[in-house]
């Protein structure tokens, strides 16, 4: 009986990589530990579905806490495909002055709204953070580090 436990273990594994729902590779380590268990010590039926039962409850906890530590959303870990969180820290131009705190700053090829203190056209900027498309700005020479 050992080696069907076995035998569903690896049939659940191969699921989940045809199929990724990020739970059937702990039901298939249940299953696992269920089939060592049952080779190792000949256990009766009734006994081997407590073993499965308790380690799927246990791998699936256990599985919990992986996935919430994978998928965390750190904001470095997480900046290389959004625009926003790349430009913060980046050296920029003033494209059109600003004025009264709103002006536009040349980041690259592009041309971004930009609000900060008084500046002429051609001073250098560093963005010090977003607001939806609009770059918050600091004079290079003030920015923090």
Not at 18 to 47: E, K, M, N, Q
Not at 70 to 89: I, K, W, Y
Not at 95 to 105: L, S, T, V
Request: negative net charge; aromatic residues 8%; charged residues 15%.
């Amino acid at each position: 009986m050992g080696w069907a436990w076995a035998i569903g273990a690896l049939l659940l594994a191969i699921f989940e990589l045809h199929a990724p729902g990020f739970y059937l590779i702990w039901i298939a380590l249940g299953s696992g530990v269920t089939a060592l268990g049952t080779l190792a010590f000949d256990l009766a039926l009734p006994r081997q579905l407590e073993i499965f039962a308790a380690a799927c409850a246990a791998s699936c906890v256990a599985g919990f806490f992986v996935y919430r530590r994978l998928l965390s959303t750190e904001p470095a870990a997480h900046a290389r495909n959004v625009r926003d969180r790349q430009m913060v820290g980046e050296h920029a131009v003033v494209a059109e002055p600003i004025h009264n705190g709103h002006g536009k700053i040349r980041l690259g090829d592009s041309v971004w709204l930009a609000e900060g203190p008084n500046l002429p056209e051609g001073a250098a900027v560093i963005v010090t953070g977003m607001r939806g498309t609009t770059a918050i700005v600091a004079p290079a020479a003030e920015a923090p580090s």
